[in-house]
């Protein structure tokens, strides 16, 4: 479930990339951008879109590993059992108990 967190959080912040930008230019101390030349030719309009296909590729890769981890887990479900892969995966959080109850 972190994972599918992390890339909702991803597809939020790639569509808000320009407000995000924004913020944090406005925030920018002008004279302080020539000491260091760190921010030498950027602009704005870059930082975008560099923000936006960073968090654009952020979210396929979380996406992927979500689908790969799926995968895995149907494919250890089929080979060795799902009451094992359950077990070993640590379904329900580890607080699934597959074992009957003694009385």
């Known amino acids: 479930t972190g994972i599918i967190y ?16 924004a913020a944090y230019w406005r925030r920018l101390d002008p004279d302080n951008l020539s000491a260091d030349n760190t921010l030498d030719g950027y602009d704005k309009d870059g930082a975008v879109t560099y923000a ?6 952020a979210f396929g890769v979380l996406i992927s590993a979500g689908t790969f981890i799926a995968a895995s887990l149907l494919c250890s479900a089929r080979v ?6 359950m077990r070993r995966g640590g379904g329900g959080g580890g607080s699934w108990k597959w074992e009957k109850k003694r009385g």
């Open 6 to 21: 992390c890339a909702v959080m991803m597809s939020i912040y790639r569509d808000d990339a320009e407000a995000m930008v």
């Open 52 to 57: 936006r296909r960073f968090f654009h590729t």
């Open 80 to 85: 060795m059992g799902l009451k094992y892969t």
